[in-house]
């Protein structure tokens, strides 16, 4: 065994200084279903440093010594309560100019207040998102830590909980090799705690998991219901009212869990009338209730079906970004979004590349927009890597548990553009099989390369799918469109596919010849040769172009991109349409 020298100082000397943070990771297991749920919102201004150095993991910042053995005072590099404060949520690389490009720690820390309400009352710290990895620790103890930059989780802090307290969580963004995504990505790598940061307080024994919604091939008459519970109590019973339906059921739980069926005819949702109803679910003194759509979406031969009737995807694809608020964006934001989207005549959106805020799919369930809903495995992450692939399945689950009753969420990607590999192939077999284990009652799909040399559809992982999604930039990064004619042409999918990208960039205002790159008359001859081609094309079903409005991106360095990818139908602060807006926007109108 190695020993260490007399004089080695383990905080300057210590590179292991992480191994005693391992070993503790948040995952969805943890996760509590909170939709309608009272919580303690824990927003607002929050100290903030910056932490290159990562000096508050090596010096052991929370546990907040201030002497040492003897009583002396010590030098302290940090003072929590006097550092400058940013906003919870938002995105470190706004708050200040200098932090713009930051890719590395950040701390929060605030302190807070907590009054216990009764003795048997548990309490969880839910942190809606914290791009990319998140250390949590509370009261000087660590409690854990998560990877993936968009989803939630959830710590139980019951015991850790004080009148008075102290958080500090250290927001970690690095770009690397093995996470998901890698460090190669086109959109901009946004660090910090930039969803709500909340408390929810439960019963002893509260309800885990819920799940209800319309059960598939049942003639839209029964509801499927799952459900688990958490505490001493395990075989209790719990009890689910919709009001509005007239319905009143109880069922018996067995060591936690519950799965019934029940029959009952609602009016279904569609984005026409996207009807929802209160629905409420009772164990013990723990309930929840939330707003739920009820509809069927279904794949047969190559046709998409919502409700039993044949549909088309008419879509948009969409970052979740504004000018102002980064990822962060607000709810009015989405709300415009969705209105733009709508105005396009869109009856669905992609949500690229990573699950956006669950904001957005309840807006969507309010709103009438079908959605697709996908996880950051995106070019050629470390496909061999199995840890890479637990951290993707992992942000796959979380998204799934969060957003499994939104009645807007019809799809799942497992992820976008992949390269045919053999590691790929068995890695993203995988996440189709845990994400049709999860939830069988949506398709998954993924947007797949089609084989730019034979130009045919013929991506292996296609046959795992229920819908094959195609990214196709003829006429933009490929400038010889007659390929999009022989790649139709040369393939003859069994199931439906949709178009999930195509695009071109141009910006807003710039005017002069259609061939003319980046200028707005370029796009729209692109667009209208596009959309001429696919029209024809009976097994596409969907489309959602790339993308609504342009978006960050350090890649995009000529002056006409100016670190903007320019391929939106919109300039980035969604105030000027470009000329393919409106070619889009006909299309839609007419197509059948
Ligand atoms: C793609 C990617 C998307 C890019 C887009 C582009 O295929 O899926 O993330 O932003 O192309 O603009 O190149």
Known sequence: MQTKPKNFDAVIHNEAYLDRYAGQPITHESMVSDAGRQTELLSGQWNFTVDQYDMALRSDWHLEETVDQSGRPLPLDYDFDRWETVAVPSCWNLARREYFYYESSGIYTRTFGYEKQN???????????????????????FLGSHDGASTPFYIEVTDTLEAGNRIMVNVENRRQPDRVPMHNTDWFNYGGLYRDVELIRVSATYIKEFYCQLKKGSGFATMELRA????????????????ELGLRQTVTFQDGEVSAEIMVKPELWRPENPKL???????????????????????KGTDVYLNGEKILLKGIACHEESVLNGKAITEEEIIENFKLAKELNCNYLRLAHYPHTEKAAQIADRMGLMLWEEIPVYWSIAFEN??????????LLEMIKRDRNRASVVIWSVGNENADTEARYTFMKRLVDTARQADNS????????????????NDRLAQHLDIIGINQYYGWYDPDFSKLEKLFANSSPDKPVLITEFGGGARAGHRGGVD??????????????????MGRI?????????????????????PQQAHYNRKGLLNEDKTLYKEAFYVMRDFYQQWQ
């Open 538 to 558: 009976p097994y596409i079903k969907g489309i959602s172009p790339w993308i609504l409005y342009d978006f960050r991106c350090p890649r995009r360095t000529n």
């Open 516 to 533: 003319e790159y980046f200028t707005e008359d370029n796009q729209r001859a692109l667009y209208q040769k596009q959309v001429e081609t």
């Open 442 to 457: 949506r398709a998954i799909s993924a947007a797949c390369l089609n084989d730019k040399i034979d130009l045919i559809i």
């Open 228 to 243: 688990s519970v958490d505490g001493i109590d395990q075989n209790g019973q719990g009890t689910l009212e919709i009001e």
């Open 277 to 299: 109803y209160q629905v409420k679910f009772t164990y013990g003194n723990d309930s929840l209730e939330e707003a739920i759509g009820f509809r069927e979406f279904a794949v």
């Open 119 to 141: 003795q048997d009352q548990r309490v969880f710290l839910k942190i809606g998102a914290a791009a990319y990895h998140a250390k949590v620790f509370l009261n000087k103890k």
């Open 386 to 395: 199995e840890s890479t692939y637990r951290d993707a399945e992992n942000q």
